[in-house]
Nanobody, 118 residues
């Protein structure tokens, strides 16, 4: 599986962005998909995840209620809708994939920069 993330940019605090991640490969619909982020000088952290059907999602506490993850298996795409953005959301955002039987994400995209100005 190859992953290509896009949609990052510069936005003012309180604004919104939608990230997209397109996957190649016929087995996309079987993978758990996740979004992670890494701010300068910090460890990479989990943001959100979604199961193969979209029926189950999970969020980091810092983004719950503001971000929404979704997927369109017909388009091999996973999305991250980010609302009410804060300067502390500034980071490089990565999409990742893993099989449901694997506890670790083993496919990663190249990352897209999100910058939130105050």
């Amino acid at each position: 599986v190859q992953l290509q993330a896009s949609g990052g940019g510069l936005v003012q605090a309180g604004g919104s962005l939608r990230l997209s991640c397109v996957a190649t490969g016929r087995t996309f619909s079987t993978y758990v998909m996740g979004w992670f982020r890494q701010a300068p000088g910090k460890e990479r952290e989990f943001v959100a995840s979604i199961n193969w059907s979209g029926s189950s999602t999970g969020y980091a506490g810092s983004v719950k209620g503001r971000f929404a993850i979704s997927r369109d298996n017909a388009k091999n795409t996973v999305y991250l809708q980010m609302n009410s953005l804060k300067p502390e959301d500034t980071a490089v955002y990565y999409c990742a994939a893993r099989s449901s039987s694997n506890s670790r994400y083993n496919y990663w995209g190249q990352g897209t920069q999100v910058t939130v100005s105050s």
